[in-house]
T-cell receptor
């Protein structure tokens, strides 16, 4: 069972910020939040990850709430090429292996 | 650098026929390996994962099986395909993270699209 929940779909106008929420209320202290996106008929690609501090890279920003029960992926200036399904998952980075399950993700449609 | 290869890319098989999808990883050792399936318009369903040679964990009861004969080889098989086995199959790998060593991300293969007729 997925440990995260996300809205099924969202729309965003090109050039505007896309804010994609994820709920992970049962996250453990050693689990990180990861975001991936999947463009049609391709394997998912890594976007960003974080533990408890906000993170930013060349693709996106990740805002994690103080209680770590939810997070938001921000695409600051969405383009048509950002149309994809976005998944958030949680996973530990140390210790024994774990299964990595994905939820249904959020289908982001960027429009003109 | 690490790479992952998955084949065949597309496959059309009759009901009741066998299946073998292969996945190999290069440039890393002792990876955790995963098989996912994605039905049309749906999310990623975890089928199997492996933490080492010969160690397979199954997540969904089905007529599929997985094997890991070598450290960086992961095979998905079926003796008799069902119509419901149609989908997009993805292999992925990751490793455990030493502090600062890597991002711990999942790396996915290009996928294998299976159509069972």
């Amino acid at each position: 069972d997925a440990k995260t929940t996300q809205p099924t779909s969202m729309d965003c106008a090109e050039g505007r910020a896309a804010n994609l929420p994820c709920n992970h209320s049962t996250i453990s202290g050693n689990e990180y939040v990861y975001w991936y996106r999947q463009i049609h008929s391709q394997g998912p690609q890594y976007i960003i990850h974080g533990l408890k501090n906000n993170e930013t890279n060349e693709m996106a920003s990740l805002i994690i709430t103080e209680d770590r029960k939810s997070s938001t992926l921000i695409l600051p200036h969405a383009t048509l090429r950002d149309t994809a399904v976005y998944y958030c998952i949680v996973r530990p980075l140390t210790g024994t292996a774990s299964k990595l399950t994905f939820g249904t993700g959020t289908r982001l449609q960027v429009t003109l | 650098s690490q790479t992952i290869h998955q084949w065949p890319a597309t496959l059309v098989q009759p009901v009741g026929s066998p299946l073998s999808l292969e996945c190999t990883v290069e440039g890393t050792s002792n990876p955790n390996l995963y098989w996912y399936r994605q039905a049309a318009g749906r999310g990623l369903q975890l089928l199997f994962y492996s933490v080492g040679i010969g160690q397979i964990s199954s997540e969904v009861p089905q007529n599929l099986s997985a094997s890991r004969p070598q450290d960086r080889q992961f095979i998905l098989s079926s003796k008799k395909l069902l119509l419901s086995d149609s989908g997009f199959y993805l292999c992925a790998w990751t490793t455990w993270v030493a502090r600062g060593a890597n991002t711990g991300e999942l790396f996915f293969g290009e996928g294998s699209r299976l159509t069972v007729l």
